[in-house]
């Protein structure tokens, strides 16, 4: 049986097919949660499916709150994914090859004031930002926002790569750089990475210094 977010499952394709689906909509993650539980311990073996990473941002954690919330003991597995920020570097090129934070803009779980004050701390500790959710229809300022904090601290010309569709047939990836960033088209199907002081561009790969002696 398969339980999941109906576009999720709609990329799955005939890996589910001839399954049992359990689909809802968008922000139904503690309910496919329940709806889980008293299948596995009727016997049956549930996927409860997310895009990327099921451990980053995705329903591995609230999958485990409901069953301490509930006092449930049910075998549960998570199983590894690829979360976008890697699939996005690898589009882009190299530019998590230092110390880098992901931070997603969206704010109905995390408080603004939250999300404002790592990224103040990213951007002081000259750390590549991944930014996930960096803009929907209904939260179109955050993106802009997270701009001027970085250029706080990083110059305008601090190379950016954003790739949307990530992963899957749609993908596109394009470069450009921190004063222009938000110009583009970016929605919430973008993942957004941020180089610090020590990233370039070079034949059209974005990546950042390892630190290796070249000389």
């Known amino acids: 049986m398969v339980i999941g ?9 005939p890996l589910v097919a001839g399954k049992e689906i359990i689909s809802s909509a968008m922000g139904g993650e503690l309910g496919r949660a329940k ?48 979360t976008a920020a890697s699939l996005a570097a690898a589009a882009l090129g190299a530019p998590l090859m230092n110390d880098f934070a992901v931070i997603s803009l969206s704010d ?23 930014i996930y959710n960096p803009k929907s229809q209904g939260r179109d300022w955050q993106l802009g926002c997270a701009r001027e904090i970085l250029l706080q601290y990083r110059p ?16 596109k990836a394009w470069l450009t ?16 990475i941020v180089g610090n002081t020590q990233s370039f561009v070079y034949n059209g790969f974005f990546v950042t210094k390892r630190g290796y002696s070249l000389t």
Do not use: F, N
Request: charged letters at 25%.
């Open 5 to 13: 977010y109906q576009r999720y499952i709609d990329l799955l394709g």
């Open 156 to 171: 305008a010309s601090t190379p950016v790569g954003i790739v949307r569709e990530v992963g899957r047939p749609e993908e």
């Open 108 to 130: 109905l779980l995390t408080p603004w004031e939250t999300i404002e004050k790592r990224l103040q701390a990213v951007a002081a500790a000259d750390m590549v930002l991944v």
């Open 35 to 82: 709806a889980a539980i008293p299948l596995v311990k009727a016997g049956k073996t549930v996927a409860v499916v997310s895009s990327g990473d099921a451990g980053i941002y995705g329903c591995a954690g609230p999958a485990i709150e409901t069953l301490r919330a509930e006092g449930e003991l049910v075998p549960l597995e998570v199983i590894p994914g690829v």
């Open 177 to 192: 750089d921190l004063k222009h960033l938000g110009r583009e088209e970016v929605d919430m199907l973008c993942t957004v």
